[in-house]
């Protein structure tokens, strides 16, 4: 079993930044893909960016055209903890982020996870 917990979320001006955490706990960290998703109300839950990493070794970080070149997301081997920095906010990118964990890659075309976050609040505003 793996437990994932995010926290950062908050509100923020258009063209702000906000890092959001995820923090893992319970089995191997290693075994995992580990992305973000995200939901806006009305909305279906979207993709957002996904890594793979092992000590030190990043594998592949994928994103979603909508967030790539605004947004990084990165790994903390040391502390079972992934990040999304999130630069030059939008009001659409106004959200509820999940964070997920999943021993096959996570990618734009993923529906279920192995595991999800508990979702942190990202709102946006013009």
């Known amino acids: 079993q793996v437990q994932l917990v995010e926290s950062g979320g908050g509100l923020v001006q258009a063209g702000g930044s906000l890092r959001l955490s995820c923090a893992a706990s319970?089995?191997?960290?290693?075994?995992?893909?580990m992305g973000w998703f995200r939901q806006a109300p009305g909305r279906e839950r979207e993709f957002v960016a996904a890594?793979?990493?092992?000590?030190?070794?990043?594998?592949?970080?994928d994103y979603a055209d909508s967030v790539k070149d605004r947004f990084t997301i990165s790994g903390d081997n040391a502390k079972n903890t992934v990040y999304l920095q999130m630069n030059s906010l939008k009001p659409e990118d106004t959200a509820v982020y999940y964070c997920?964990?999943?021993?096959?890659?996570?990618?734009?075309?993923?529906?279920?996870?192995?595991?999800w976050g508990q979702g942190t609040q990202v709102t946006v505003s013009s």
């Open positions: 319970g089995r191997s960290f290693s075994r995992y893909a």
């Open positions: 890594i793979r990493w092992n000590n030190g070794r990043q594998y592949y970080a």
């Open positions: 997920a964990a999943d021993v096959q890659r996570i990618t734009v075309a993923t529906g279920e996870v192995d595991y």
